[in-house]
């Protein structure tokens, strides 16, 4: 089903990307405790307003590592963002979440909401629109069969802004490196 005009929740509960998605935030959770212990995964009501986790510096969306193309492979320099959802509302850019947290190859990249908004508004000429993903940088995007908005940046572009790197916890090994973060 995946694709198709109506397709909806119940249907992407349980896909790959879905499944992909968990495991990023219960790994970012891990981390995200080791400096505040009292995080908790958000409720089923904050996650319609684009939440998953909240801890003392406030509410964080996490998004995990993206390709550029269905069936490629994930690459961290690839951030998508979404100006409007697969039934044309607004995307997660305007959800009510303080903090987006990007998933890299050895940690994730957390900056504001708002702050990140801009700087897609800014980069992004989504009146530009594309028809493959592979010419989505800084253009519009939308899939086939949604009333998405989408456009990538870069994972640079995030450095150019307010930023905060919470590494990854290995759990292979107990030998674990944190690094402080204060958002």
Same mark, same amino acid.
């Given at each position: 089903? @995946?694709?198709?005009?109506?397709?909806? =929740?119940?249907? #992407?509960?349980?896909?790959? $990307? #879905?499944?992909? !998605?968990?495991?990023?935030?219960?790994?970012?959770?891990?981390?995200?405790?080791?400096?505040?212990?009292?995080? +908790?995964?958000?409720?089923?009501?904050?996650?319609?307003?684009?939440?998953?986790?909240?801890?003392?510096? !406030? $509410?964080?969306?996490?998004?995990?590592?993206?390709? +550029?193309?269905?069936?490629?492979?994930?690459?961290?320099?690839?951030?998508?963002?979404?100006?409007?959802?697969?039934?044309?509302?607004?995307? #997660?850019?305007?959800?009510?979440?303080?903090?987006?947290?990007?998933?890299?190859?050895?940690?994730?990249?957390?900056? *504001?909401?708002?702050?990140? *908004? +801009?700087?897609?508004?800014?980069?992004?000429?989504?009146?530009?629109?594309?028809? $493959?993903?592979?010419?989505?940088?800084?253009?519009? =995007?939308? *899939? *086939?069969? @949604?009333?998405?908005?989408? $456009?990538?940046?870069? +994972?640079?572009?995030?450095?150019?802004?307010?930023?905060?790197?919470?590494?990854?916890?290995?759990?292979?090994?107990?030998?674990?490196?944190?690094?402080?973060?204060?958002?």
């Amino acid at each position: 089903m @995946r694709g198709e005009k109506g397709q909806t =929740y119940d249907d #992407w509960i349980g896909s790959e $990307s #879905w499944k992909g !998605g968990q495991e990023a935030e219960d790994a970012f959770g891990d981390a995200l405790k080791v400096k505040y212990p009292l995080a +908790r995964r958000a409720t089923l009501q904050e996650q319609y307003k684009h939440i998953d986790w909240v801890c003392l510096a !406030g $509410s964080i969306d996490v998004k995990a590592l993206k390709s +550029r193309r269905r069936g490629t492979a994930k690459d961290e320099d690839t951030i998508w963002v979404e100006f409007k959802n697969n039934v044309g509302k607004p995307g #997660w850019l305007y959800g009510e979440q303080d903090f987006v947290a990007f998933e890299g190859l050895q940690d994730y990249i957390i900056v *504001r909401t708002g702050v990140l *908004r +801009r700087l897609a508004e800014k980069l992004c000429n989504t009146s530009e629109l594309v028809d $493959s993903p592979r010419d989505a940088l800084y253009k519009g =995007y939308s *899939r *086939r069969n @949604r009333d998405d908005l989408i $456009s990538i940046i870069k +994972r640079s572009d995030l450095l150019t802004i307010v930023h905060k790197k919470l590494k990854k916890i290995c759990h292979t090994s107990t030998n674990t490196t944190q690094e402080t973060l204060n958002f």
